[in-house]
């Protein structure tokens, strides 16, 4: 069975920058597309960025120039490094592994 465990999240003011982990393991940690996702409260689970096993990515266009996704497959470990961090970024954040794994989520919260 395969596990996610995220981790990084936390309080940080507008600006500031953070780093989200995502940590797979369990029989069969290889994948086809890993992703992250967050939910805002009161707001459905969106999409944040995907990457492929072959490093194809893709962001939401609130995102772009200001996150970016990657993995490190030695350390069964997707990353997502977020910078110039706003208000509207405050979510749980999840990960997601091929459409069907998810993590337990870890809360970012952006404010002053």
């Known amino acids: 069975q395969v596990q996610l465990v995220e981790s990084g999240g936390g309080l940080v003011q507008p600006g500031g920058s953070l780093r989200l982990s995502c940590e797979v393991s369990g029989s069969s940690s290889s994948f086809l597309l890993m992703a992250w996702f967050r939910q805002a409260p009161g707001n459905q689970r969106e999409l944040v960025a995907r990457i492929s096993a072959g490093g194809t990515t893709k962001y939401a266009d609130s995102v772009k120039g200001r996150f970016t996704i990657s993995t490190d497959n030695a350390k069964n470990t997707m990353y997502l490094q977020m910078n110039n961090l706003k208000a509207e970024d405050t979510a749980v954040y999840y990960c997601?592994?091929?459409?069907?794994?998810w993590g337990q989520g870890t809360q970012v919260t952006v404010s002053s």
């Open positions: 997601n592994r091929n459409g069907g794994d």
